[in-house]
């Protein structure tokens, strides 16, 4: 696959954040995850949806472009807040990976980063979707982000 070299940069720096990076202890902060990375590969074009512990909250275009900082807006900063803790809640339904890698045409692959690793999972983005998937909670909290991210770019 063929990305947008700045899409590659801006993804690979945001999956490679550490928690210590952003200002989180997992220990103080009672929480085991730290980010979610949720991915989907629209026949080759893959959309990026990452959210951190410290609020930021970006999406990329492998093709180009995306929306960065959306965090600053206050509802986008409550929202991630409600996604990381669901993710919190639910990670113990998926299991450790080697990493975050790039989902299969017409999958979405969600990805929770944590101090001890990755944890992923991927399938078919109808079946989180339609609620069909163990993790579509957290599907959903990241597609009411993307939904209001949407909104807020109609305003400008």
Known sequence: ????????GLRQHAIEV???HIGFNPE????KVYGVVMETNYNGD??????????????YFS???????????EFTHMLSERLLGVANREYKKITPSD????????????????????LSVEDKE??????????SNVFHCCHDIISH????????
């Open 63 to 73: 093709s180009g472009g995306g929306i960065i900082g959306l965090g600053e807006d």
């Open 126 to 135: 109808e079946e989180f979707g339609e609620g069909r998937h163990s993790f």
């Open 99 to 118: 990493g975050i890698s790039y989902p299969e045409v017409g999958n979405t692959a969600i990805s929770l980063m944590t101090a001890s690793g990755v």
């Open 18 to 20: 550490k928690p210590e």
């Open 46 to 59: 893959i959309v990026t949806f990452i959210s951190l512990a410290d609020g930021s909250t970006s999406i």
């Open 149 to 156: 991210a949407r909104e807020l770019e109609e305003d400008e």
């Open 28 to 31: 103080t902060e009672g929480w």
């Open 1 to 8: 696959m063929s990305f947008d070299e700045e899409y590659v």
